[in-house]
T-cell receptor, first 112, second 112 residues
């Protein structure tokens, strides 16, 4: 079993839809949870960052962390064609990068 | 402010050849790291550095060498290229732990 599992996709939705992207993990020591967005042929860029459990909202994006279930989610409201990208979840036990674990990514296409 | 700059963007190598992937950042970040990204595998850490003169191994260090003589530069050397090293390589730097990561745009390497 991989340390971090992510819905493989690809996922296609119509413009304006609500998108749910999910990751599960096995390491209960993870404390820091991130979502990265990666456009084609570009490097990942940090989208959302959450420490421990709870919800965090930023505009159309909401990140949820449920440590009891070892499950994190990213919700995108009113999805736009510009949201078409690969979304990577990432987790870490501490605040240093050497323990980052990334999910394999979910490719999202938002169709106009 | 250029951020994290990687060169070259594309490279084709023959098995057994050596080469250096360049990474430079102009943000005065102490932490720098190298990842490789393969389909279905997510990003995996190769080597990292917490400051000039200090480097350490990540998850997949075999076949790669690094050094950090300045804060700005963190080159990755492939000692004797193998087809298994065909991948997309990303350099990243950070000033503030896991929430402060900036990735470069990647180097696409093919080993034939």
């Amino acid at each position: 079993q991989k340390e971090v599992e992510q819905d493989p996709g690809p996922l296609s939705v119509p413009e304006g839809a609500i998108v749910s992207l999910n990751c599960t993990y096995s390491n209960s020591a993870f404390q820091y949870f991130m979502w990265y967005r990666q456009y084609s042929r570009k490097g990942p860029e940090l989208l959302m960052y959450t420490y421990s459990s709870g919800n965090k909202e930023d505009g159309r994006f909401t990140a949820q962390v449920d440590k009891s279930s070892k499950y994190i989610s990213l919700f995108i409201r009113d999805s736009q064609p510009s949201d078409s990208a690969t979304y990577l979840c990432a987790m870490s036990e501490d605040n240093y990068g050497q323990n980052f674990v990334f999910g394999p990514g979910t490719r999202l296409s938002v169709l106009p | 402010n250029a951020g994290v700059t990687q060169t070259p963007k594309f490279q084709v190598l023959k098995t057994g050849q050596s080469m250096t992937l360049q990474c430079a950042q102009d943000m005065n970040h102490e932490y720098m790291s190298w990842y490789r990204q393969d389909p279905g595998m997510g990003l995996r850490l190769i080597h990292y550095s917490v400051g000039a003169g200090i480097t350490d191994q990540g998850e997949v260090p075999n076949g790669y060498n690094v050094s950090r003589s300045t804060t700005e530069d963190f080159p990755l050397r492939l000692l004797s290229a193998a087809p298994s090293q065909t991948s997309v390589y990303f350099c990243a730097s950070s000033y503030a732990g896991v929430s402060g990561y900036t990735f470069g745009s990647g180097t696409r390497l093919t080993v034939v």
